[in-house]
């Protein structure tokens, strides 16, 4: 049951990651992380696939190195929230939805750019 469990989880958390790939306001490494975490306890198989994958596994084994998403990650992530608030700003007509966006997409491009230098 509990194999059972963490591969479901694994699956999820999986479907989230990819998500969050196109959609710059969630984030795709912590779930691909809880993927792994979840696969390793519910399918050597998935684990195996997600670390030989060209681009997850990459995410994967940056992490595990490193401690971190590598640099050219962390730029993609800010480049893709800079467009994507640039394309909320020209679609939404609800000024406070931008701004509070706005404030969300530089916490997270903050985060990213500080760690990146520490990392």
Known sequence: MVRFTALILAYFFLVLAIVGMFFPG??????????AWFAARGS???HSWLYAHPHLGKLL??????GAVSRTSKVTAV????ASWIVMYLRLDNAWWVAGVAV????????????????
């Not at 480049?79 to 800079?82: A, D, F």
């Not at 969300?104 to 990392?119: D, K, M, P, Q, S």
């Open 44 to 46: 050597g198989r998935l």
């Open 61 to 66: 084994i940056d992490w595990e190195r490193q």
């Open 104 to 119: 969300l997409f530089v916490a997270i491009a903050t985060f990213l750019v500080i760690y990146n230098i520490v990392a």
């Open 26 to 35: 969630l984030p795709t490494v912590p779930f691909l992380l809880l993927t």
């Open 79 to 82: 480049l893709m929230l800079i």
